[in-house]
């Protein structure tokens, strides 16, 4: 998911998946709450020319447009994208790349982000499946166990050198990522260990960009392309495997998980062509590379009406 390199004006282009459509809400004036909770998000490909002055960054609110306006492409063959409007400067992290990611004045600051639903902490991913609080025998639900307010964390996101937060997280699945996709995309998120908040946006890699091993754990995403099982066993190691361009001899990528753990998570024949997003350490296995030793936490499949977005 890397966006252009380039910096400047055309830094945002491509990288604004979708617009904030409101009608009647005005910049700087309006209450943002209202527009994200309300605003309806369009992708380029649904933009309508009657939605002209009423689309807005999904990060900043700024005034979007969207160019060229009623094609999909221009001469040169470039396709339609959004930016942001030129005469409006504004601290957004898909209008400029900052160096060390969003950093926050104060404690407060931060702790208001998080109400807002703009800043989340990942203290952790679970590493084991949550035990229902429910009657056995009723199906396991995965909303009343997951992703509840976790323990206090202390990140490293102040603006000043060496400055830290106490700041609870609120989110311990992969699973919780992919819920509302669309709107956490566009939100800044401290990983475990990280020392800067990002946009998911960028914290995302696809491993078709991947050529090595991972000191540490990364956020990851491919396609299914296939499913192989070397053993018959609900413990045996199910392979994973995404789409992958073959490079510094590697071969292939998986993402290796019992196969007891893969069909919990619809890790199987059935969701050949869906994406799934992990969380781990990337490894060589064999001739190819992997992640394995994956929690119940670390790993979900996208919903397939944010494909797009990943596409």
């Not at 009647?24 to 992708?43: A, C, D, H, Q, Y």
């Not at 094609?71 to 942001?84: D, F, L, Q, T």
């Not at 504004?90 to 639903?117: H, N, W």
């Not at 893969?262 to 992997?290: C, E, M, P, W």
Request: proline share 5%; charged share 25%.
């Amino acid at each position: 998911m890397a966006g252009s390199k380039k910096i400047g004006a055309d830094w945002d282009r491509n990288r604004i998946k979708h617009a904030l459509h409101l009608p009647g809400w005005i910049f700087k004036v309006s209450n943002e709450s209202v527009l994200r909770r309300t605003g309806k998000p369009v992708l380029v490909s649904e933009y309508q020319k009657e939605m002209k002055g009423g689309i807005f960054c999904p990060e900043c609110t700024c005034p979007l447009f969207r160019s060229p306006v009623e094609v999909e492409a221009n001469r040169n063959g470039r396709n339609a994208y959004y930016a942001h409007r030129r005469n409006i400067k504004t601290e957004c992290g898909l209008r400029t790349k900052p160096a060390e990611g969003k950093k926050y004045l104060t404690e407060e600051e931060a702790s208001q982000a998080i109400v807002d639903g703009k800043l989340v902490i990942v203290k952790g991913f679970l590493k084991e499946k949550p035990v229902s609080p429910e009657k056995e025998a009723k199906e396991y639900d995965q909303t009343a166990v997951e992703d509840e307010q976790g323990e206090i964390s202390e990140v490293a996101i102040g603006r000043h050198r060496g400055e830290r937060f106490n700041l609870p997280s609120t989110l311990t699945t992969v699973r919780g990522l992919c819920t509302n996709f669309d709107q956490n995309l566009y939100r800044y998120y401290v990983f475990p260990e990280q020392q800067h908040a990002q946009l998911l946006f960028d914290a995302l890699r696809n491993v078709n960009t991947l050529d090595s091993v991972t000191d540490s754990p990364i956020l990851g995403y491919g396609r299914l392309v296939s499913i192989w099982e070397p053993g018959k066993y609900p413990q045996s190691i199910r392979f994973v495997k995404l789409a992958f361009r073959a490079k510094n001899g590697y071969g292939d990528f998986s993402i290796m998980i019992s196969q007891r753990e893969a069909d919990l998570h619809d890790l199987n024949t059935q969701s050949i062509g869906r994406f799934a997003i992990f969380y781990g350490k990337i490894s060589v296995n064999g001739g190819g590379l992997s992640v394995k030793n994956i929690g119940w936490g670390e790993v979900a499949l996208l919903p397939t009406k944010y494909d797009e977005y990943l596409s």
